[in-house]
């Protein structure tokens, strides 16, 4: 109840804060004070912010970037309470149970603070300790963020998504974030899949010291990109300064790039929590992947139509490939309507009489998407939107064809707006489209893709019930868009597919 008062009091003296600033008598960057409205909530507020730094769609760029100053410099919690923590799960103290254990935090973050020690055998770990107390604390900020994200739809609308289900996304990701033994597991699959690329480097886990609240993991020596974000913004550091330090701070974008797609199209699970806080720059260009609490379970199924959507997307100035992007992304995405258009058909329609209408289907969505893709393209270019508000408004386009992104998809997207923010800020000329481009020169199509990887058209069910549903969606149409339903109710007409 304390922590409900206490968010209650900050938004108060935040908006009292807000009128002076209106009035001219308080002088303070907009965003320094967003900022600082993050930081002393704390919590689960920290990760809220967080996730705004990395969406250009939601604030201008300036706040952003500011924003990216949560990813370091939490303020850290006392020793004893660390002792406490190592004397409730491991039952002794960390000077009985390590070599050394530096009593001083060298990292410290919203949810948890990372000590240095030695292992008996002088081996160097970060043992990373989550915040008493943070449980709770998380729960009663989840009511909080609803209420705000209640209000925010009423006042503060944003097109590419509303912002109860940004903050329905955000508390998902949360809770996987709040159990360190669910992160082990995790970096015990990555660790695994990552050993073929060189580049990358994930520490090692020792679960035997590892429990819900403490994680143990190898030290890594090496700067987090958000620290050198912050660097390159307020002049402290500048790509001549890095290349001294053995960084090409202009091929970091792409070697990270490359191994997110590699994991994605290529491994079991994926790294879905890139920011900039979980991505250490090591000497060489190496760098190192932290912080597995949100990972991402690769396309099961009907992979074949996803890779070649994407595929075909990368030739954006292709109007027929992009047309036969559009038409597998429907056949991955639209699998209810397919199920409920194949099952409104006599069994013994041919599937080329099928395909017929969802190809129609995807000439009239590819139309909106070619215009909506002429308009994205110049807008990710000066980055006044991100990857992730572009995909989002396709999706959106898509939801009269009943298009609906299957959750692993839904992360695909997130990591491609992260990753495409992140590198827009250390070399302005990066392109997405390239990176896939030369992603699918070194991995081709045929390569990804296995036998299994196809699914059928569609599932039949019983026809009398996609009937009705095919009924209710026509009905639907009449309403948002009476051109598309006059064109899909003729297609059926000439199949008597549907009661006139």
């Given amino acids: 109840m304390f922590r409900f008062f206490y968010i209650v009091f900050l938004l108060l003296k935040y908006f009292l804060i807000y009128l002076l600033l209106k009035l001219g008598m308080y002088k303070k960057p907009k965003q320094k004070i967003l900022r600082n409205f993050f930081e002393e909530a704390s919590g689960s507020f920290i990760k809220f912010g967080q996730l705004l730094a990395l969406r250009v769609d939601v604030l201008p760029k300036e706040y952003s970037l500011e924003m990216i100053g949560l990813f370091d410099n939490i303020k850290p919690f006392p020793y004893e309470s660390v002792e406490r923590i190592f004397l409730q799960e491991l039952g002794a103290t960390p000077q009985k149970i390590f070599k050394d254990f530096q009593t001083v935090p060298f990292a410290s973050a919203s949810f948890g603070q990372v000590h240095g020690a030695k292992l008996a055998d002088g081996h160097i770990v970060a043992v990373k300790i989550l915040r008493p107390g943070i449980e709770e604390k998380v729960l009663a900020d989840f009511i909080l963020i609803d209420i705000l994200a209640f209000f925010a739809d009423l006042f503060f609308k944003i097109d590419a998504l509303p912002w109860r289900e940004f903050a329905k996304e955000f508390k998902r990701w949360t809770k996987q974030e709040l159990d360190y033994q669910l992160e082990a597991e995790n970096m015990q699959r990555m660790y695994k899949n990552v050993l073929v690329n060189k580049s990358i480097v994930i520490p090692k886990v020792y679960s035997q010291?590892?429990?819900?609240?403490?994680?143990?993991?190898?030290?890594?020596?090496?700067?987090?990109?958000?620290?050198?974000?912050?660097?390159?913004?307020?002049?402290?550091?500048?790509?001549?300064?890095?290349?001294?330090?053995?960084?090409?701070?202009?091929?970091?974008?792409?070697?990270?790039?490359?191994?997110?797609?590699?994991?994605?199209?290529?491994?079991?699970?994926?790294?879905?929590?890139?920011?900039?806080?979980?991505?250490?720059?090591?000497?060489?260009?190496?760098?190192?992947?932290?912080?597995?609490?949100?990972?991402?379970?690769?396309?099961?199924?009907?992979?074949?139509?996803?890779?070649?959507?994407?595929?075909?997307?990368?030739?954006?100035?292709?109007?027929?490939?992009?047309?036969?992007?559009?038409?597998?992304?429907?056949?991955?995405?639209?699998?209810?309507?397919?199920?409920?258009?194949?099952?409104?058909?006599?069994?013994?329609?041919?599937?080329?009489?099928?395909?017929?209408?969802?190809?129609?289907?995807?000439?009239?969505?590819?139309?909106?998407?070619?215009?909506?893709?002429?308009?994205?393209?110049?807008?990710?270019?000066?980055?006044?939107?991100?990857?992730?508000?572009?995909?989002?408004?396709?999706?959106?386009?898509?939801?009269?064809?009943?298009?609906?992104?299957?959750?692993?998809?839904?992360?695909?997207?997130?990591?491609?707006?992260?990753?495409?923010?992140?590198?827009?800020?250390?070399?302005?000329?990066?392109?997405?489209?390239?990176?896939?481009?030369?992603?699918?020169?070194?991995?081709?199509?045929?390569?990804?893709?296995?036998?299994?990887?196809?699914?059928?058209?569609?599932?039949?069910?019983?026809?009398?019930?996609?009937?009705?549903?095919?009924?209710?969606?026509?009905?639907?149409?009449?309403?948002?868009?009476?051109?598309?339903?006059?064109?899909?109710?003729?297609?059926?007409?000439?199949?008597?597919?549907?009661?006139?």
């Avoid at 797609?261 to 890139?274: K, Q």
């Avoid at 409104?344 to 129609?360: F, V």
């Avoid at 989002?392 to 992360?411: C, F, N, R, S, T």
């Avoid at 392109?431 to 020169?441: C, G, Q, S, V, Y």
């Fill in 209 to 500: 010291i590892s429990t819900k609240k403490i994680l143990v993991e190898d030290y890594i020596e090496g700067i987090p990109l958000s620290r050198v974000l912050l660097g390159l913004k307020d002049g402290r550091l500048t790509p001549e300064k890095l290349e001294k330090m053995g960084i090409d701070i202009k091929k970091i974008p792409s070697i990270y790039t490359q191994e997110f797609l590699r994991e994605f199209f290529m491994d079991d699970v994926f790294h879905a929590d890139p920011h900039p806080g979980n991505i250490l720059i090591l000497k060489n260009n190496k760098l190192a992947l932290l912080d597995f609490g949100i990972i991402g379970k690769t396309i099961t199924y009907n992979k074949a139509s996803f890779v070649k959507s994407i595929t075909r997307t990368t030739e954006a100035s292709n109007p027929e490939k992009i047309k036969t992007a559009i038409f597998y992304f429907a056949d991955y995405s639209a699998e209810e309507l397919k199920s409920t258009i194949g099952s409104s058909l006599p069994a013994t329609t041919s599937q080329k009489r099928l395909e017929e209408i969802l190809i129609l289907l995807s000439e009239h969505f590819s139309e909106t998407v070619l215009k909506l893709a002429a308009v994205g393209r110049e807008q990710l270019k000066v980055m006044k939107k991100d990857y992730a508000a572009y995909y989002l408004e396709i999706i959106k386009a898509g939801q009269k064809y009943k298009v609906k992104l299957p959750k692993e998809a839904v992360l695909f997207i997130r990591l491609l707006s992260v990753v495409g923010f992140l590198s827009k800020e250390l070399n302005y000329n990066y392109k997405l489209a390239d990176e896939m481009k030369e992603f699918l020169k070194n991995h081709p199509e045929e390569t990804l893709l296995e036998e299994n990887d196809y699914a059928p058209l569609f599932k039949r069910i019983n026809r009398e019930q996609a009937i009705e549903k095919l009924n209710n969606w026509l009905s639907y149409l009449t309403e948002i868009d009476p051109p598309l339903y006059q064109l899909v109710k003729e297609k059926f007409k000439e199949y008597n597919a549907i009661d006139s």
